[in-house]
């Protein structure tokens, strides 16, 4: 019998996630289950993006993406996948963080009220800014927009964090508020950050990612015929976490063209930068290990196998 | 019993009048500290937002003590004194379940947010037992507005202003 | 029922709440769950509930409403806003209706450069009101002016709406706030010869005062320094982008004590009394956005938007016919829902028709703002008459609803000109991108 599932949804309606890489994802359901299951995004938000887990655990909605990082606290450990200089794109950062969370700590621990479906990454983090950035000391002094977990990092780098939420940040950088924002190249089209900054600094490895995670309500999910939970077992998983991840990517190069449209400078840091910005970072690696012990966890090995994932979805 | 929920009414409206101006300093001392000292208050984000939740219910108490939530007043205001005792009823009805769902629902979201253990960004704080403070004000607001249905006014609302006790 | 029967029974049940006087914020908020419950059940429903409760309290953004409260109560007990209606007395006095032209000035200005209409009703109708009624202006003009003075800023940059519906729409931004400009411009014009028009029909609304001597003219205007330097540091400081406007509440508000200390006007009396006003506005305005938003969660769950974009997409009209149909669509729902939540809602939907009909997207945009901003104003729920209500409790909501007739009025005549003259919006754009 047909199923069709309720997705909550916060970004614009015209944001690739909500346009292009669900979309994508949601087809690959359709067509693995004949046409017989599928997911519809709601037409507007019905919470804000913080309570999303929430809408899911509750059944407002039968499924959600949620910011692991929007909830601090509950999500601690998959949120590793945030570190500096580890998740080099979407696809990769994305396939890595299914598979390594999936065998080291697994979904019951963290996510014991939802089902999660698959996880997600966005493409490398990056910096956006009025003046050109090439140099750990072109950040002396600049006014970043982060969002909460890029306060300490932007601090560590030498810049002056500005924490606000994401859609602020046009008019904090229209106004001078902040001379640039941390986003991936994703947000120059999606936030329109490209219309009012002419540097963008490119981060082999990426500066830092947000991890999502694809949920559906328990009690639907145990509803489901076998059928329908195979498709979604198979069509998740690993396999929905390239597909998704491959979206993201795909948002970074047409942010990448806008920039470069808009008549901005593209840099990339050169690879002795990217050994001092490591070193300047290097403690945020520590704390996570320290959390992931207190946690019970072998943080240490942890780390060493998340790198590991990584490196073995990059070839 | 008057008497007990204007006191406790006023000592709330004191705390959220202290929450106002701590939100003000917040405020005030993030934007010197980013300009004058390149040392913002990086946590002003998540501490404001948790002193704006303690602002608005501490202030619920007295607001709904004054009866000062709006409402359409056409029909009351061309009424007997009679039909506006009995409509202040009816508001006082949907006032006091109102405010109690508000209670009981954030009471449900404390407990979810102490077993999840959400905190905020910066400084680590747990969420949770500010949202129960929130909830114990509202449920406490609840009190004043059951007591309302019973002794519902026939007076139209008083000014908060009058021009000439300013200064 | 279907969600759509559940939504329209919801709506009958809203007015009948609000004949019976139940205040605004609870009548939405419980016709707003009852009928959700409805739809999703009452398990998720109230969990709904609880994260619109949470989430549109505990949140920072929001601290921009209580701290220019703070600001406009503060500069309104210790006498600033006393000293700036004198010399708007003194100026503008001895006209007709002047210091209703004055407010509507004053309005705009703050309200531009803030961007928030409701944090400018609220500030202005402590700064205004008790000044223009004691001038003895009619209550109907002087709340009016205050409420329609509001919704200038949204046009005028910077502005959080035309923000979001750029982000909603991946309009460019930028052109979205060079064609505000004008039209912004206009509504100003068109607001000050409402009150020209008003005042020459009925004069004791806004009765001309005596003529002053230019010595009373520049005595008067020298002792306003205090609040001018108040609105110098807000506006200036979000302007040349010291500080956001959100940051720049907190920062008025301290300005406001400091330079009510400086006057010598900051008594302990003064201190608290601004800020048991402001704990009780701040109460009072979350308790209808509560209830507004969760008016608007059932909104989406029954369907209804969905339902008009299919009724408007299969519309056999021209293009012209249909979008004024939509235009028709936005009134009505202006006159219920709460203006963000509007552009959430309904922009997605109608985007892609009105694109595909050939209609220039930031066009549209300038349109939908100034229908939704009209909604700030219009019956039965117009958030800035609600909040001038809250600030003066012994004004009837029905005169407020009076005064702003004229403003509406005004403002529609404006948004048919739009609709049937684009370069009204798209000239500036148009030119601007023949310089870049
Ligand atoms: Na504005
Ligand atoms: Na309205």
Not at chain 2, 12 to 41: E, K, N, Q, S, W
């Amino acid at each position: 019998q047909n199923v069709t599932l309720r997705m909550s949804t916060w970004l614009p309606p015209r944001h690739h996630l909500v346009a292009d890489t669900l979309p994508t994802w949601i087809k690959t359901i359709e067509e693995a289950s004949g046409g017989t299951l599928t997911i519809k995004i709601d037409p507007a938000p019905i919470a804000k993006p913080p309570a999303q887990y929430d809408v899911v655990r509750d059944g407002a909605a039968d499924m959600a993406y949620h910011v692991a990082a929007y909830t601090p606290g509950p999500f601690e450990i998959l949120r590793g996948l945030e570190l500096p200089f580890l998740s080099p794109n979407g696809e990769i950062g994305s396939q890595a963080a299914y598979d390594w969370y999936d065998r080291n700590i697994g979904f019951d621990k963290e996510f014991k009220d939802v089902k999660v479906v698959t996880l997600m990454v966005h493409g490398a983090g990056a910096i956006h800014s009025k003046k050109s950035i090439t140099k750990l000391e072109d950040l002396e002094g600049v006014k970043l927009r982060v969002g909460g977990g890029g306060v300490r990092m932007s601090e560590a780098l030498g810049a002056t964090p500005v924490a606000m939420p994401a859609p602020q940040a046009y008019e904090a950088i229209q106004k001078g508020v902040a001379d640039g924002a941390m986003f991936p190249f994703e947000g120059v089209r999606g936030f329109k950050i490209g219309e009012l900054t002419d540097h963008h600094l490119k981060i082999p490895g990426g500066l830092y990612t947000t991890v999502f995670a694809v949920m559906m309500n328990r009690a639907k999910w145990d509803a489901l015929s076998d059928e329908h939970k195979k498709v979604l077992t198979e069509q998740g998983g690993i396999a929905g976490a390239k597909i998704l991840g491959a979206g993201w990517d795909r948002a970074d190069e047409a942010g990448l063209e806008v920039a470069t449209a808009d008549g901005g400078m593209v840099h990339e840091l050169s690879p002795e930068e990217v050994a001092r910005w490591k070193e300047k970072v290097a403690f945020m690696n520590e704390d996570w290990i320290k959390r992931a012990d207190d946690a019970g966890l072998d943080g240490k090995a942890l780390l060493a196998d998340l790198i590991a994932t990584v490196e073995k979805y990059s070839k | 019993m008057e008497r007990i929920t204007k006191t406790i009414s006023n000592w709330l409206a004191a705390a959220a009048c202290v929450v106002l101006v701590v939100l003000m300093l917040i405020t005030f001392f993030d934007v010197v500290g980013r300009y004058f000292f390149d040392a913002p208050l990086t946590f002003a984000v998540e501490l404001i937002g948790l002193n704006m939740g303690l602002l608005v219910f501490f202030g619920l108490a007295i607001t709904t003590l004054n009866r000062g939530h709006i409402a359409v007043d056409l029909v009351s205001a061309a009424s007997p004194p009679a039909i506006r005792r009995f409509l202040a009823r009816i508001a006082a009805i949907a006032g006091s379940v109102f405010i109690a769902l508000m209670a009981w629902r954030l009471w449900d979201r404390a407990g979810n947010f102490m077993s999840d253990g959400l905190v905020t960004d910066i400084l680590a704080f747990p969420i949770y037992p500010i949202v129960m403070i929130m909830s114990a004000t509202a449920g406490f607001t609840v009190v004043i507005a059951v007591y309302q249905i019973f002794f519902a006014t026939d007076q139209a609302p008083q000014a908060h202003f009058t021009p000439d006790e300013e200064a | 029922m279907d969600p759509f029967t559940i939504g329209t029974v919801a709506f009958l049940g809203l007015f009948v709440l609000l004949i019976l006087t139940v205040p605004i914020g609870f009548a939405m908020g419980l016709v707003g769950l009852v009928g959700m419950a409805a739809i999703i059940g009452w398990g998720p429903a109230l969990s709904l509930f609880g994260t619109t409760v949470y989430e549109n309290t505990v949140t920072y953004s929001l601290s921009i409403i209580p701290l220019f409260v703070l600001m406009g109560s503060v500069a309104s007990r210790c006498g600033l806003s006393k000293e700036l209606y004198a010399a708007f007395n003194a100026w503008f006095g001895a006209f007709r209706g002047g210091l209703a032209l004055a407010t509507i000035g004053a309005c705009g200005a703050f309200a531009a450069i803030c961007g928030s209409s409701v944090a400018t009703a609220a500030t202005m109708s402590q700064v205004a009101l008790p000044e223009m009624q004691r001038y003895k202006y009619a209550e109907s003009l002087s709340t009016g002016s205050i409420a329609a003075g509001g919704i200038i800023g949204i046009l005028i940059p910077p502005s959080v709406v035309l923000v979001l519906y750029g982000v909603l729409t991946e309009t460019s931004i930028g052109d979205l706030f060079i064609a505000g400009f004008l039209p912004g411009i206009l509504t100003i014009i068109g607001f000050m010869l409402v009150i020209s028009i008003v005042t020459r029909i009925w004069p004791e609304m806004g009765a001309a005062g005596e003529k002053t001597s230019t010595r009373e003219k520049f005595a008067a205007l020298g002792r306003t320094w205090a609040i001018l330097l108040l609105f110098l540091l807000v506006i200036g400081g979000i302007y040349f982008g010291v500080f956001t406007p959100t940051e720049a509440a907190g920062i008025g508000a301290v300005g406001a004590f400091g330079l009510s200390a400086l006057r010598g006007r900051l008594t302990f009396a003064n201190a608290s009394a601004a800020l048991m006003e402001t704990v009780q506005t701040t109460a009072m305005i979350f308790t209808i956005l509560i209830g507004a938003l969760t008016l608007n969660n059932l909104i989406v769950f029954s369907g209804i938007a969905g339902a008009l974009s299919g009724f408007v997409s299969g519309l056999d009209m021209s293009p012209m016919a249909i979008m004024a149909i939509i235009l028709l669509i936005y009134l009505v729902m202006g006159c219920f829902l709460d203006a963000l939540a509007m552009i959430l809602l309904t922009v997605p939907i109608f985007f892609p028709i009105v694109t595909a009909l050939g209609f220039d997207p930031v066009w549209f945009g300038i349109i939908v703002v100034m229908v939704v901003e009209l909604g700030l104003i219009t019956p039965p729920i117009g958030m800035n008459v609600f909040v001038i209500k809250g600030m003066a409790p012994h004004v009837k909501l029905y005169s407020i609803y009076v005064g702003v007739i004229p403003f509406v009025l005004a403002q529609l005549v404006l948004i048919v000109a739009v609709f049937l003259i684009p370069e009204i919006a798209l000239w500036l754009p148009e030119t601007a991108r023949a310089f870049r």
